[in-house]
């Protein structure tokens, strides 16, 4: 059965969150082109954009959807890797049953 993305992205986060010392915050709002996941880490902010399969421009790619550095002009000196690390774990939870929503 497909899952929402909004909600089971706000949930994977707030678990994340929890276990990376460096997280100080998350959050995740919905976005012209797709879902919007910000970091807040202790020397700044990381973003990461989850879109729709077949964008030309992607960081990654799991089995439901793609994912882009958003904003990488301010991504600070551990941003990446707290991307790196949550993108693997973003991989190994989905499993090709989340359905991100249209925007309205």
């Known amino acids: 059965m497909a899952k929402p993305a909004l909600p089971w992205l706000t949930k994977l986060c707030k678990l994340y969150e929890?276990?990376?010392?460096?997280?100080?915050e998350t959050t995740v709002t919905p976005h012209a082109d797709g879902i919007l996941i910000g970091f807040e880490l202790?020397?700044?902010?990381a973003?990461?954009?989850?879109h729709r399969k077949g964008s030309s421009a992607r960081y990654a790619e799991?089995?439901?959807f793609c994912v882009s550095?958003?904003?990488a002009?301010?991504?600070?000196?551990n941003g990446e890797l707290v991307i790196r690390q949550?993108?693997?774990v973003l991989n190994r939870?989905?499993?090709?049953?989340?359905?991100l929503q249209r925007s309205r």
Do not use: C, E, M, W
């Open 93 to 99: 939870a989905d499993k090709g049953d989340i359905v």
């Open 69 to 71: 550095i958003f904003n």
């Open 42 to 45: 202790d020397r700044g902010h």
């Open 47 to 50: 973003q990461l954009l989850v």
């Open 86 to 88: 949550f993108i693997n």
């Open 18 to 24: 929890k276990h990376d010392r460096s997280v100080y």
């Open 62 to 64: 799991t089995a439901s």
């Open 73 to 77: 002009q301010s991504l600070p000196g």
